[in-house]
């Protein structure tokens, strides 16, 4: 499976973006991870098949997953969005171990870069 992520940008504080990873074949667990400079790559979002969705304490609230079946796309819907959300987001698919914030996992997209900046 390949995961093609799309959909960042720069923004101001207090916008929203919307990133999508579409999938060329079918998934089941997909999952959201960013990586700011400097700093570990960490979770931000995850979604099963039949949309059960989990959230990071600091991005709950603000940031909306989402996924279409049929269409083999993953969603990511930010708001409110702040200069610490400033990072490469990675979207993977299929998570090696039953703890899906562990970045292990057996597909990983490019990764797209979102700037949150006055």
């Known amino acids: 499976v390949q995961l093609q992520a799309s959909g960042g940008g720069l923004v101001q504080p207090g916008g929203s973006l919307r990133l999508s990873c579409a999938a060329s074949?079918?998934?089941?667990?997909m999952a959201w991870f960013r990586q700011a400079p400097g700093k570990e790559r960490e979770f931000v979002s995850a979604?099963?098949?039949?949309?059960?969705?989990y959230y990071a304490d600091n991005v709950k609230g603000r940031f909306t997953i989402s996924r279409d079946n049929a269409k083999n796309t993953m969603y990511l819907q930010m708001n409110s969005l702040k200069p610490e959300d400033t990072a490469v987001y990675y979207c993977?698919?299929?998570?090696?171990?039953?703890?899906?914030?562990?970045?292990?996992?057996?597909?990983w997209g490019q990764g797209t870069q979102v700037t949150v900046s006055s």
């Open positions: 979604i099963d098949r039949s949309g059960g969705a």
């Open positions: 993977a698919a299929n998570p090696i171990y039953s703890d899906y914030t562990r970045d292990e996992y057996m597909h």
């Open positions: 074949g079918r998934t089941f667990r």
